[in-house]
């Protein structure tokens, strides 16, 4: 206990020194307290009902939804900011949430926790929840086998038999994780058909059976590998949902209208989140809500006006232009952006920054997995092309590839020459969209907080 206390102590020192330089670093604190005290995640843990989030896209996006259902539901709750996911950052998190005498002064915890970090952190946190959004192949793990992430998960699971799990039923993958479990399993999705538009662009490592390997056949398909999925083998196919969106109303650039029914539920819900894989991340609050016993009532309101989270999409006005940035990190997640600028209806610019360090994956291959073709469809409407970044040469290669004519292409590596000549060209009313991958970003962000006034990422 004493060591508890004093592990406690020195990371809340850390935290308030941290603070005072104004550093986002999240995870030293905990290191503190890791060493002083070895054990201390698992005894955090049994002083909060713990919620884990985990999946390849949408964590971040869910994880605010749900923590808004538990406001819903008057909760207090902490949650770990995105990139704190880990040990340390999730133990910093916890010590936050206590008193200096290492009381909680909140019950909830809402834990977003990388894939390849579940395995070992759910048998320590013991959540009460998990929500797995999806499975996809990110641009980091291309190599990787994407099976060997979801049996991480499964593997974490296993020693939790005691939690709920809320699952995509439209991910193969992560339906997949509610099979052969004593687990009470909550499953969403959307209803066949309800998008016709989505076409099939199905990666090697999804469209084969997870229990015998033969190749999925779809009656519908949303994006990605999500959809109505059977195995015409064995029979495995897409589970019965308990929460699903039955209808999407209107769908532009905003957001979308949808309807969502579930057990004694049937709303209409106006969300304020742009794109298809937003309404997943709605469904997989919906169906917390549920579980935390709100009604339709509660569930819509903690739905409805919900803004974008930082990182997707940030918007920045200036005279009488917007500047809009919205990180890609993989193809999945490009591929929506692009079919998110397909529904706007105005003139636009746009840059693609796309850079190879480490944290966005050194391999840029990927680009020749995003539907660059798309662009086709509304290259009258763009006004230019930027390329920048490290690899901006390589991006400028795969538009060509992509048929966007070379001379409409412009290079442009300085990122204050970018934003000042893609705002020139911008017309008044009209939006610069500039699409960074990560290291990009942050390196954009500075200049546009210089420049502009852009808040700080952690506030
Ligand atoms: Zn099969």
Same mark, same amino acid.
């Given at each position: 206990?004493? /060591? ?9 020192? @850390? ?63 902490? @949650?770990?900011?995105? #990139? ?16 200096? #005498? ?159 029914? #579930? ?57 009488? /232009? ?69 690899? @901006? ?8 590839? @992509? ?57």
């Amino acid at each position: 206990m004493l /060591r508890f206390r004093a592990a406690i102590l020195t990371a809340k020192l @850390a935290i308030v020194i941290l603070r005072l330089f104004r550093s986002g670093g999240t995870s030293l604190p905990g290191k503190l307290a890791q060493r002083l005290y070895p054990q201390i995640l698992d005894h955090l843990s049994g002083l909060f009902r713990i919620t884990m989030i985990t999946g390849t896209n949408g964590k971040t996006t869910t994880s605010r939804i749900v923590a808004s259902m538990m406001e819903q539901k008057g909760l207090k709750v902490v @949650a770990n900011k995105s #990139g704190a996911n880990l040990a340390s950052g999730i133990t910093t998190t916890l010590i936050s949430a206590l008193t200096p #005498g290492g009381r909680p002064r909140v019950t909830h915890a809402l834990l977003e926790t990388d894939e390849a970090a579940f395995r070992t952190m759910a048998p320590r946190l013991k959540p009460e929840t998990v929500i797995v959004t999806n499975f996809f192949r990110d641009q980091l793990d291309r190599f990787g086998e994407l099976h060997t992430t979801v049996n991480n998960v499964r593997e974490g699971i296993a020693k939790i038999p005691g939690a709920v799990l809320i699952l995509n039923a439209d991910d193969s993958l992560c339906a997949s994780l509610g099979r052969n479990v004593p687990n009470r399993v909550i499953y969403f999705g959307m209803k066949e058909g309800v998008y016709p538009e989505g076409n099939a662009s199905i990666n090697s490592d999804a469209a084969f059976c997870i229990q015998c390997k033969s190749r999925y056949e779809y009656s519908s398909v949303t994006f990605g590998h999500l959809g109505h999925f059977i195995c015409p083998s064995c029979g495995y196919g897409r589970p019965h949902t308990h929460v699903e969106c039955t209808g999407i109303l209107s769908y532009d650039n905003l957001g979308s209208t949808i309807e969502v029914s #579930g057990p004694d539920m049937d709303i209409t819900v106006k969300l304020a989140l742009p794109g298809l894989y937003n309404i997943y991340n709605a469904l997989a609050g919906a169906s917390f809500g549920l579980a935390l016993g709100l009604d339709g009532n509660g569930i819509t309101a903690a739905l409805t006006g919900f803004e974008c989270g930082f990182g997707r999409m940030e918007t920045v006005h200036i005279n009488d /232009r917007e500047l809009k940035m919205i990180l890609v990190k993989n193809p999945t997640g490009f591929n929506q952006v692009l079919r998110y600028l397909l529904t706007q209806e105005e003139p636009c610019v746009t840059a693609f920054a796309i850079n190879d360090r480490l944290a966005d994956g050194t391999d840029i291959s990927w680009l020749w997995d995003v539907d660059f073709e798309i662009l086709a469809l509304m290259d009258d409407r763009i006004r230019a092309y930027y390329v920048s970044g490290i690899r @901006a040469e390589d991006m400028a290669v795969r538009l060509k590839y @992509a048929g966007i004519s070379p001379d409409r292409v412009i290079l442009e590596k300085d990122y204050h020459q970018l934003i000042q000549k893609a705002l020139q060209k911008t017309g008044a009313g009209e939006t610069f969209y500039i699409l960074p991958t990560y290291t990009a970003m942050l390196d954009i962000r500075k200049i546009l907080k210089k420049r502009f006034g852009l808040k700080e990422f952690w506030q």
